[in-house]
């Protein structure tokens, strides 16, 4: 399980099996549902998708923090050399 803050994982039982969300705190009292699969047939099964999947979007997450304070640096010196 991640220590992430942003998302986390919830597993509940349906009809037809399993169900694994990946759920994203928006705000300290909104959260959204960024991802879903249905119709595993254990919860084990479940779980196991649901981690892979968590690891995927904070690696994703990750890479994209990086992307955006390359381009904000770059920003920031431009910003700085059109001062001079």
């Given at each position: 399980?991640?220590?992430?803050?942003?998302?986390?994982?919830?597993?509940?039982?349906?009809?037809?099996?399993?169900?694994a969300?990946i759920?994203?705190?928006?705000?300290?009292?909104?959260?959204?549902v960024?991802?879903?699969?249905?119709?595993?047939?254990?919860?084990?099964?479940?779980?196991?998708?649901?981690?892979?999947?968590?690891?995927?979007?904070?690696?994703?997450?990750a890479?994209?923090?990086?992307?955006?304070?390359?381009?904000?640096?770059?920003?920031?010196?431009?910003?700085?050399?059109?001062?001079?």
């Amino acid at each position: 399980m991640s220590e992430n803050k942003k998302f986390t994982i919830r597993l509940t039982e349906k009809r037809n099996g399993w169900s694994a969300e990946i759920i994203r705190q928006v705000t300290s009292r909104r959260t959204i549902v960024s991802k879903r699969e249905m119709g595993f047939e254990s919860q084990e099964l479940a779980q196991a998708w649901a981690d892979k999947e968590l690891a995927g979007f904070v690696e994703n997450q990750a890479k994209r923090n990086e992307r955006k304070a390359e381009a904000r640096a770059a920003k920031a010196a431009a910003a700085v050399t059109s001062e001079e």
